[in-house]
Every structure is written in structure tokens, then in C-alpha cells.
């Protein structure tokens, strides 16, 4: 993309103080690095924040401070106009001859980029009424004749947008329901393509800037998975080991090799975590969340776990039902009173009940051969089918709150429970290779080259988990359009 100074978009974010302008910049900049603060006067001076993926400028965001005097400033503005085809030049020469003013100080920084050839993204927050104090406002920022566009964002509980849709729509020829916080990537690109309407200059660029950010969050989404497949194939197989003397009693080893064994796990966790948030730009990310598993020595899991993240014991053995029957026929087939093969209803039962069985028992140390006058002793990995889909639902939970999450949110990300099993949105055959693939990783039979395999399990289970999810958003925003 060609970054010359007329065709890089640029945007300038202005409006009222406190009104949501720099979280808007942070989620369109997607940094989270940005200071937002419920303070008025946050931001004193004009801040360039550039998009860039692999060095390559897509558009620049300027985050701007908000007006202090904007009747003063239209009122001089009506004084040295001579007509309407002069207006631009008179905001440029009140910035020039006001530039060092102090009492002007907020609005010549506004106005300044503006001046220069960037675009405007007005911001207002429709959970306070609307009034006339802002028609200055909106007037100066028609009197530069740059592409605009009025964002409303709502802060606060009260809902005060339809007045501020017919007011703004009167200034601007798009006006938009924008929640900075909450909008998901869809809407951020919609605001994109809109200024491509308003400017067939950057029509080009804001085209070529999509493609950018389109790919960048595919490729995003599937190096997640990746990372949690790999650690879903260290953490399901992992297992720690000690030297044991001849004569040496096994039973003092268990609890220090449990320990070091659950240690290992959060943190083989944590790193996943980390990488995810790292890899969507939320690299300083507060989150909260349940420890992975529990201290004692009795079940790794309590009942609200399972319940939570895991699956229940029917889930559990139809699952195993299915991985363990020939050819995929699973419980459904037998209690529709299909029949099946000898061989197939007996591996389908031995599959269901290795699930229960499993799902109850934690690792014992397991002892080598003797050789040199010592014997390794090995904890895991844990033959527990729920341990699988605890991990695993954690993480697509955090995944998937981690990607759409808005680059202005500053409250701490809870990883809470989905509300519905992510597994029940998944087609019955694909649940069962799921099963089956989690099952191979436990007992360390899992082949390197079915990793692939794995990731595009997950992304069945992704897809499931992301379509409810992004239901319960659906309404939630409108457009309004000004022809």
C-alpha cells in the first residue's frame, strides 16, 4: 500500500470532554496502551496512533482534546467569513493565528489535523439528553468541509440516542450507534467502509486497509487454536518422574510428584493464556479466573467444575459410546432401536464405560524396571476423560472473550462459564472424534501428525461455541443513515 500523505486515511476522533473519544481510538488503533479515564480534560493534546500490520500503515487514528469554547471559537469564525465557499480557510487561519493562545489551546489541537486533511469521527454520548451547546460544536466541524461522521457512543444507562439521531443527522450524512467497549470487529470495519463512501480518495486504501484486517483476525483466530492445541497435547500428556533406590518405598513420592504435577499444569496454562491475549494485542490484560485444579488429594474437580467446564457423567459416556463403536455408531442409533453389529455394540459399551470409569480415578506412580540400583517413578499422564474437557473449555472461553474483545476496555476479563455447554452446539459424529482425539492424548498414543486433525476438531467446537455467543449480541447496535 502506498502511504503518501494523500492517500494514508487519517481520522481525527473529536467531541465534548469525556465523551468516550479515546476508547474509540483504542478500539479502532486496537491498542490497548491508549490512557482512558472518566476525567474530563484526559487528553490536552492531539496523539497520533498509527494501525500498522507487518510495518505497513493501514490508517491513522489521531485521539484529540475535547472543545472548551466552541461558541467563542464559531463566533470568530462568523466574524472573518465572507461567504460559504471560504470556510475551510477561515478555521485554517483562526488555528494559525490562535496556535499559541492558551485560552484556545484544546480546540487549535483539534482543529489542527483536521485542517491538514483528516477526516472527523464525532463522538457524543447518547445516555445524556441531548442540547444546543453542541450545535457549535457540530457547526465548526462543517465549516471544514473534511468527511465526517457522528459516532454515538453510550456510556452511561440512559438511552437518549433517537434525539441525538435526528440532531446529528442534520450535520452528518452518517450517523451510528457505537458502543467503543463492545462493538464487535464487524462494526469496526463498517466504519471503515463507510468513510471509503464519504471519500472516494480512500476509497483504495480503506479497501486495501479490510483485506488487511480481515486476514489479520482469520490468522489470528487459527494461530489460537493452535496454541491450544499444543497445549491441550503437552498438558494432556505431560508427566513428571522421579529416581527411585532399590529399597526406597514408592508411597512418600506420590504427593511431591502430585504437586510438582498440578504446578506444572497452571502454569502450562498460564502460558496459553498469556499467548493468546499476547497474539490479539491485549498485552496488558487484567483477567480473573478459578484455579485449574483443586489442592487436596481426593477429586482433581468439584461437582460445580464438572458442571461448569466439564461434561456430565451422560454427556461423558455417550461421548465415550461413540468413540468406542465401529464406524461412528453411537447411543442415538441404539436407543432408536437401529440395529448394529456384535462387535460394534460391544466397543460402543466398553467405550462408554472407560469414560465412567475414568472419570472418577486420579494417576498413580507407575514404577520402571530396576537398572543402575534405581527404579523411575512416574506420575501421569491423568486418565480422566473431564480433565480434557475442563481444559478445553477454559480455554475456548478465554479465546474467544480475548478475540472479541475491544482494544478500550480497561475492567478485568472474568473467565466465566459459557451458560450453555459449548459441546451441545457441535454436530453428534464431530463430538465423538473430538472425544475420541482427546481420549488418544491421555493415554500418550496421540501421533505428531495428527495435530492437524486436532486443530480442526477445535475449530468445530470453536464455530459452535461463537455462534451462540454472538446470538445473544444480534440487536443490539442499529445504523442510521442520512441520504
Not at 487514528?61 to 470568530?76: E, H, M, N, S, Y
Not at 478555521?91 to 480546540?107: C, I, K, L, M, S
Request: with cysteine.
Amino acid at each position: 500500500m502506498n502511504e503518501t500523505a494523500q492517500q494514508l486515511p487519517r481520522f481525527a476522533v473529536v467531541g465534548h470532554p469525556n465523551k468516550g473519544k479515546s476508547s474509540v481510538v483504542a478500539t479502532l488503533a486496537q491498542n490497548d496502551s491508549i490512557a482512558i479515564a472518566m476525567e474530563p480534560g484526559t487528553t490536552r493534546d492531539s496523539h497520533r496512533y498509527p494501525m500498522k500490520v507487518d510495518d505497513t500503515t493501514l490508517y491513522e487514528l489521531i485521539d484529540t482534546p475535547g472543545f472548551q469554547r466552541p461558541r467563542k471559537v464559531l463566533a470568530w469564525l462568523q466574524g472573518h467569513s465572507l461567504s460559504a465557499s471560504d470556510r475551510p480557510e477561515t478555521v485554517a487561519a483562526f488555528v494559525t493565528q490562535h496556535g499559541d493562545d492558551p485560552r484556545y489551546h484544546d480546540e487549535c489541537q483539534l482543529l489542527a489535523p483536521i485542517v491538514d486533511g483528516a477526516g472527523i469521527i464525532y463522538v457524543v454520548d447518547g445516555s445524556v439528553p441531548y442540547n444546543r451547546e453542541h450545535e457549535a460544536e457540530m457547526n465548526i466541524l462543517r465549516w471544514t468541509g473534511r468527511p465526517s461522521l457522528a459516532l454515538i457512543n453510550q456510556i452511561g444507562s440512559d438511552d437518549h440516542s433517537a434525539d441525538w439521531e435526528a440532531a446529528l443527522g442534520q450535520y452528518f450524512q452518517i450517523v451510528r450507534r457505537f458502543d467503543a467497549v463492545r462493538a464487535p470487529f464487524e462494526k469496526h470495519l463498517d466504519l471503515l467502509r463507510s468513510f471509503g463512501q464519504l471519500a472516494p480518495d480512500w476509497r483504495e486504501p480503506l479497501d486495501a486497509a479490510l483485506e488487511y484486517l480481515q486476514a489479520l483476525k482469520f490468522g489470528r483466530d487459527s494461530q489460537a487454536l493452535e496454541h491450544i492445541a499444543d497445549a491441550l497435547i503437552d498438558m494432556l500428556g505431560h508427566q513428571e518422574s522421579a529416581r527411585l533406590g532399590e529399597h526406597e518405598p514408592a508411597k512418600p513420592l506420590l504427593p511431591k510428584l502430585r504437586q510438582r504435577w498440578h504446578h506444572w499444569q497452571r502454569e502450562r496454562e498460564q502460558r496459553l493464556r498469556r499467548s493468546v491475549e499476547d497474539l490479539y494485542q491485549h498485552r496488558r490484560l487484567q483477567r480473573q479466573e478459578s484455579d485449574l485444579l483443586t489442592p487436596d488429594d481426593g477429586d482433581l474437580f468439584s461437582e460445580r467444575t464438572r458442571q461448569l467446564w466439564g461434561i456430565s457423567k451422560a454427556q461423558l459416556a455417550a461421548a465415550g459410546f461413540g468413540a468406542g463403536a465401529v464406524g461412528g455408531a453411537g447411543l442415538d442409533a441404539v436407543t432408536l432401536g437401529h440395529s448394529l453389529g456384535t462387535g460394534a455394540l460391544i466397543g460402543g459399551l466398553l467405550g462408554a464405560a472407560g469414560s465412567y470409569y475414568y472419570s472418577d480415578k486420579l494417576t498413580r506412580l507407575k514404577l520402571g524396571p530396576l537398572s543402575g540400583g534405581f527404579r523411575e517413578a512416574v506420575y501421569g499422564p491423568l486418565k480422566d476423560p473431564q480433565f480434557a474437557y475442563v481444559v478445553l473449555g477454559r480455554a475456548l472461553v478465554h479465546s474467544y472473550e480475548v478475540s472479541q474483545r475491544n482494544h478500550a476496555g480497561r475492567d478485568v476479563l472474568v473467565v466465566n462459564e459459557a451458560g450453555e455447554h459449548w459441546l451441545d452446539h457441535m454436530d453428534r459424529k464431530e463430538r465423538q472424534r473430538l472425544h475420541k482425539t482427546l481420549l488418544s492424548l491421555a493415554s500418550r498414543k496421540f501421533e505428531p501428525g495428527k495435530r492437524q486433525r486436532l486443530i480442526e476438531q477445535l475449530e468445530q467446537a470453536q464455530q459452535a461455541f461463537g455462534q451462540w455467543q454472538m446470538g445473544q449480541f444480534e440487536g443490539s447496535e442499529q445504523l442510521t443513515v442520512n441520504s
